[in-house]
């Protein structure tokens, strides 16, 4: 496992101690623990885009590149229908999310680091402000999270 991540510049979390960081930050700051949580998210998802920009890769490569990624990372498969790049809107489901499989503690349910990371990503991707909203969450049931995105205000 320490070659592959290696290759990959990258280290092991296990989603127990992610839930763990969660806990943690949940306990400090209650219900601030998200906001933290969703500042994060967005801000890396935004790094990953302006990283596959820089390969030089189209919007759609940029997508293609992006499901890839966080399939080979374990967070879940990605599946885009409707996009509307002019509009900066459109849905994606995913399936086996990797917070679904995170044992959170209280009331705390729902993909709000993918949704956010997501945010980050398209917002980049379109030069929109794009924000993600989580329709059906497979913490309730199911195996699939499906996910709407669409531009906020002006754009800026
Ligand atoms: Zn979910």
Same mark, same amino acid.
């Given at each position: 496992m320490r070659?592959? !991540?290696?290759?990959n510049g990258g280290f =092991?979390?296990? =989603? /127990?101690? !992610?839930?763990? +960081?969660?806990?943690a930050l949940q306990q400090l700051f209650a219900s601030g623990a998200i906001v933290i949580i969703a500042a994060m998210a967005k801000s890396c998802g935004k790094k990953l885009c302006q990283k596959f920009r820089k390969?030089? &890769?189209?919007? /759609?490569?940029?997508?293609?590149k992006l499901c890839e990624t !966080? *399939?080979?990372?374990?967070?879940?498969? !990605?599946? &885009?229908?409707?996009? *509307?790049a /002019?509009?900066?809107?459109?849905?994606f489901s995913v399936r086996n999310s990797l917070e679904t499989r995170v044992r959170k503690v209280g009331n705390? =349910?729902?993909c709000h680091f993918l949704s956010n990371f997501m945010a980050g990503f398209l917002s980049e991707l379109f030069s929109k402000n794009v924000t993600v909203k989580e329709r059906r969450c497979a913490?309730?049931?199911?195996?699939?999270?499906? $996910?709407? $995105?669409? +531009?906020?205000g002006n754009g800026e």
């Open positions: 070659g592959v !991540l290696e290759q =092991f979390i296990e =989603f /127990e101690m !992610l839930a763990e +960081m969660e806990n390969y030089g &890769f189209s919007a /759609e490569e940029s997508i293609e !966080l *399939d080979g990372w374990n967070w879940g498969e !990605l599946n &885009f229908s409707n996009i *509307d /002019e509009l900066g809107m459109g849905k705390n =349910f729902g913490s309730w049931e199911g195996r699939t999270c499906e $996910f709407e $995105f669409q +531009m906020v």
